[in-house]
């Protein structure tokens, strides 16, 4: 298994509290994903990143932000949760430019916005 | 903008069956498409990987085949077994996406091997 941890694996938050999320890989690969999981939507792609510093938006991107200071963590910020954001997050991390290679993924953070 | 569907979205077999799980997606424009498993409370471990070149990959009991014309792919697995039962999921990656390297993932089929 890729070396992938996510932290925390659980949480409980009120509505308006800021929530951040951290995904930390021992692969020293490039690209890093951050993606949600809903019941009905599959898995949609929240941000990424290409390298330290280097990030973009994905297709669900309203609400969240990310940073990536060290090739090895990403962290996923909620600035304001909202009950819409209770989802599963799942980081992923690829080792070039896929297209050619798979993603590996982490094993997920079950967020709750009450 | 790509769409990915996965037909049916839950399937219950008896052990030892051979089974098929389709996927569709609207854009044939692609690089890849992946085969993924999600156990339960758990990430998604890929299963196989077939770029747009390629027709099919083959891993053990499972066999992918891609029609990249017809936008579909089928996953094939041979001989099923109560192991066997999770979900499977089929993402592709777009050549035409803004967004880098986003996979764009169908929903699903939960899968259940009966003993």
């Known amino acids: 298994d890729a070396g992938i941890t996510q932290s925390p694996r659980h949480k409980v938050t009120e509505t308006g509290t800021p929530v951040t999320l951290r995904c930390h890989q021992t692969e020293n690969h490039r690209y890093m994903y951050w993606y949600r999981q809903d019941p009905g939507h599959g898995l949609r792609l929240i941000h990424y990143s290409y390298g330290v510093k280097d990030t973009d938006k994905g297709e669900v991107s309203d609400g969240y932000s990310v940073s990536r200071s060290k090739t090895e963590d990403f962290l996923l910020t909620l600035e304001s949760a909202t009950s819409s954001q209770t989802s599963v997050y799942f980081c992923?991390?690829?080792?070039?430019?896929?297209?050619?290679?798979?993603?590996?993924f982490g094993p997920g953070t079950r967020l709750l916005v009450l | 903008k790509q769409e990915v569907t996965q037909i049916p979205a839950a399937l219950s077999v008896p052990e030892g069956e051979n089974l098929v799980l389709n996927c569709s997606f609207t854009d044939s424009a692609i690089y890849n498409l992946q085969w993924f498993r999600q156990d339960p409370g758990k990430g998604l471990t890929s299963l196989l990987l077939?770029?747009?070149?390629?027709r099919e990959q083959t891993s053990g009991r499972l066999n992918a085949s891609l029609d990249k014309s017809s936008g579909r792919s089928t996953l094939y697995i041979a001989a099923s077994q109560p192991g066997d039962s999770a979900t499977y999921l089929c993402a592709v990656r777009s050549q035409g996406d803004n967004a880098g390297n986003m996979l764009t993932f169908g929903g699903g089929t939960r899968l259940m091997v009966k003993p």
């Open positions: 992923a991390i690829s080792e070039s430019f896929p297209g050619q290679e798979t993603q590996y």
């Open positions: 077939i770029q747009s070149s390629q």
